[in-house]
């Protein structure tokens, strides 16, 4: 039996290339991005179309994001 699967949120998130890399490996999840700039939004939502993304980092924290098991991160 496979295990279940890692939940990894993402802040700046981008276009979603480090998930994308976890989510090929077979063990990990996206369950939320933080993404800002609305063109890379679109990607994501395109990509992960039942993944919510929010868009303000500070906003999200104060209001508290969805627990993930791993947080990862690209460069602001």
């Not at 999840?29 to 993944?51: H, I």
């Amino acid at each position: 039996m496979k295990p279940p699967l890692i939940t990894v949120g993402s802040l700046f998130s981008g276009i979603g290339g480090i998930e994308l890399g976890f989510e090929r490996t077979d063990a990990f999840r996206p369950v939320w991005f933080v993404e800002s700039d609305p063109n890379c939004a679109r990607v994501l939502t395109s990509r992960w179309p039942d993944v919510p993304v929010f868009s303000d980092v500070r906003k999200e924290v104060k209001n508290g994001i969805p627990p993930a098991q791993v947080i990862c991160g690209g460069f602001p």
